[in-house]
């Protein structure tokens, strides 16, 4: 079974460059979770989508992220004009809801560095 | 709200000692939380080390283990002996009522040998 797959890996940006991360899910998992990692810190939850349909996204800041997962299966991650203070990993998750246990399966993160 | 404490950011610990991870929560939601305990190795991505879905239960998983405590609210990760393959960084992490899953901050293990 394939794992989470995310690209691309780095990215390096001046501060109001734009930049879209993206993430293929376990088939079958019907739940993504994107989270932010900054550096010396646990991952915090940005969105969470079941299907194509947003749960909570309570947590990312809408003036300038934005999630989607049109068809319920990959997703975009995107941030218009970045800052400094976005410098973290970006990483993805997907779990199955039916039978859930809680286990999040991740993938190996996107990088973004802000100069 | 909900939230995870892991107190120490490091620790060292010498080949065949044993160890202890701290881990205390603040969950407001009946029934709930589940407990996690995620593991990142060098090189690796985020993945899980071991769960508790139950309060009072314990969980085992290559050696570790942790018990769900609800009266202390804490979720302590131990090794009787750790190995060098041990080091890592380690989340405690705990699943609310709206399924959001929230992260300590991790705790890097230093094994010596």
Known sequence: EAGVTQSPRYAVLQEGQAVSFWCDPISGHDTLYWYQQPRDQGPQLLVYFRDEAVIDNSQLPSDRFSAVRPKGTNSTLKIQSAKQGDTATYLCASSRLGGYTGQLYFGEGSKLTVL | GDSVTQTEGQVTVSESKSLIINCTYSATSIGYPNL???????????????????????????????????????????????????????????????NRIFFGDGTQLVVKP
């Open chain 2, 36 to 98: 996690f305990w995620y593991v990142r190795y060098p090189g690796e991505g985020l993945q899980l080390l071991l769960k508790v879905i139950t309060a009072g239960q314990k969980g085992s998983s290559r050696g570790f283990e942790a018990t769900y405590n609800k009266e202390a609210t804490s979720f302590h990760l131990q090794k009787a002996s750790v190995q060098e393959s041990d080091s890592a960084v380690y989340y405690c992490a705990l699943r609310n009522s709206n």
